[in-house]
């Protein structure tokens, strides 16, 4: 497998400065990684640095908790195509999910809407470490029925990150039309390689030199 084809390079860290940025983009040109996922304060700057590349622009709605008002994440959204974001990662409500409101689709179904008219792709985390592997099936399906493009395991922001049986039960419980994306504590090649045998569609590390050059290593042996 041509590991960078997953691997969307991320920095969502509070510390994030320009300086940084300039790096990931740098760095997922040097090794033609699929994407970069930042802070939607910087979807602008790194639109202009992504230029004519072929990298997809990710950013957030929603993060990292997802309670925000619906009205929010879709002013969040609007102004994030504005700047040239190509995929959004959308926090779903996961407090509205575990009261069992209607709502919680909803609002998805709404976000969908939006980004799908535009001609950009929609994500939406789940934070599995906050669900059971009953709430992981069900949210899973309620996203692919409110008409996302890929469901995500994690923020990164939680007490853990991805792991391979949740893969697994996601895919189990989703149609092949929807993408899987995993994310949160990926730092080494093998962890991404087991993640992708499991099912997943997209890596989402803040590791992307470090596991591109373990790979490099390894096509050599």
């Not at 969908?112 to 008219?117: C, D, G, N, Q």
């Not at 535009?118 to 996203?143: G, P």
């Not at 893969?167 to 189990?172: D, V, W, Y």
Request: hydrophobic fraction near 45%; charge should be negative; glycine fraction near 6%.
């Amino acid at each position: 497998m041509d590991i960078n084809h997953y691997l969307e390079h991320t920095n969502l860290k509070p510390t994030i400065t320009a300086n940084d940025i300039d790096r990931l983009v740098a760095e997922a040109k040097a090794h033609q990684l699929f994407g970069v996922c930042v802070p939607p304060f910087w979807v602008k700057k790194v639109a202009r640095e992504i230029g004519t590349a072929d990298i997809q622009l990710v950013t957030v709605i929603g993060f990292p908790l997802g309670y925000q008002m619906t009205e929010a994440k879709v002013t969040e959204i609007e102004k994030a195509i504005e700047n040239g974001a190509n995929e959004l990662d959308i926090v779903m409500n996961i407090s509205a999910f575990k009261t069992g409101l209607p709502w919680t689709k909803i609002e998805l179904a709404k976000c969908a809407k939006i980004i799908h008219e535009a001609d950009c792709l929609m994500k939406v985390i789940i934070e599995t470490a906050y669900l059971t592997n009953e709430e992981i099936v069900l949210a899973s399906k309620l996203c692919a029925d409110a008409g996302t493009d890929f469901v995500k395991t994690s923020t990164g922001f939680s007490g853990a990150g991805a792991k391979v049986e949740h893969i697994e039960l996601m895919r189990k419980s989703l149609p092949s039309n929807v993408g899987l994306k995993a994310s949160g504590g990926i730092k080494i090649l093998a962890d991404a390689q087991a993640l992708i045998n499991a099912g997943a569609d997209r890596l989402g590390v803040s590791s992307a030199v470090s596991i591109m050059e373990e790979y490099y290593a390894s096509q050599k042996n």
